[in-house]
């Protein structure tokens, strides 16, 4: 697969830091091939699930990129260190889930796909009225690719080269939901008035719907995925979510 078609967002640029050691860059040498023991199906499943994962992480890299450019003449600090290390971390991701796309059957709607993706990352900015908000939500989002993660993860897949680079993914991810909410209270973000964490949920349910039969493919039970992630947002939230039907769609619904 030529991997200028997975580009939704192009690159900010080089990182402020790089990984040298980390468990994902050597997970990915004893693997070249990660798809190995995958049957036909879950493999198309794969080539539907990944792109909206691969969006995120090239949409992280901006934001983290940009942030870590707005700080770069203030005193290196821990918390510095921190934001620079999760930049580190998302450039790291997008070349594994690259990886992984160049191994999967190309998918004849990949366009729309990305499309959506692209549409919704977008969005992400428009919800947020300011930085600090900005990185509340962000936080919020982190926590909700977690849940997905950690549903490939555990999935019929578990116990595969596969499985294993969601669940090292899932494991940076899980740090970065407390170091953006920190990096939010740094700011100013005030938990009791924000009102955007029902918002961001909703929307990734509604991105997520279409492909509610992949999900089922690799053996996840979509509907009860989306309500988990309904339920993080009535934890994580004062404000009532709004309701939406997790009902399964069909393939490729816009």
Same mark, same amino acid.
């Given at each position: ?160 080269? =596969?499985?294993? !680079?969601? %669940? ?8 970065? +939901?407390?170091? #953006? &909410?920190?990096?939010? @209270? ?42 988990? =992630?309904?339920? !993080?947002? %009535? ?8 309701? +939406?039907?997790? #009902? &399964?769609?069909?393939? @490729?619904?816009?």
């Amino acid at each position: 697969m030529d991997t200028s078609s997975m580009q939704c967002f192009p690159s900010p640029g080089r990182a402020h830091a790089t990984h040298h050691q980390h468990p994902l860059i050597e997970h990915l040498r004893q693997h070249l091939v990660l798809t190995n023991h995958l049957s036909r199906q879950q493999r198309q499943a794969l080539s539907r699930l990944v792109p909206l994962l691969l969006c995120g992480e090239q949409s992280a890299m901006h934001v983290f990129h940009q942030e870590n450019d707005r700080l770069k003449d203030q005193p290196l600090s821990h918390h510095m260190h921190q934001l620079q290390q999760i930049e580190a971390d998302e450039y790291l991701h997008e070349d594994a889930l690259q990886q992984l796309m160049r191994q999967l059957p190309l998918p004849a709607d990949l366009q729309k796909i990305k499309r959506r993706a692209q549409v919704f990352y977008t969005r992400i900015d428009r919800l947020s009225h300011d930085l600090a908000s900005h990185f509340a939500t962000i936080s919020q989002l982190d926590a909700c690719v977690c849940l997905v993660m950690n549903a490939i993860a555990s999935s019929d897949l578990e116990g595969s080269a =596969v499985a294993r !680079l969601f %669940e090292l993914i899932k494991n940076d991810e899980a740090k970065h +939901v407390t170091i #953006a &909410r920190e990096h939010a @209270g740094q700011l100013g973000h005030i938990v009791n008035v924000d009102n955007s964490a029902p918002t961001i949920h909703v929307e990734l349910i509604k991105l997520l719907m279409p492909e509610a039969t992949a999900f089922e493919a690799i053996g996840i039970d979509a509907e009860r995925l989306f309500a988990r =992630v309904i339920d !993080l947002a %009535e934890k994580r939230s004062p404000q009532p979510t709004h309701e +939406v039907s997790v #009902a &399964r769609p069909m393939v @490729g619904a816009a």
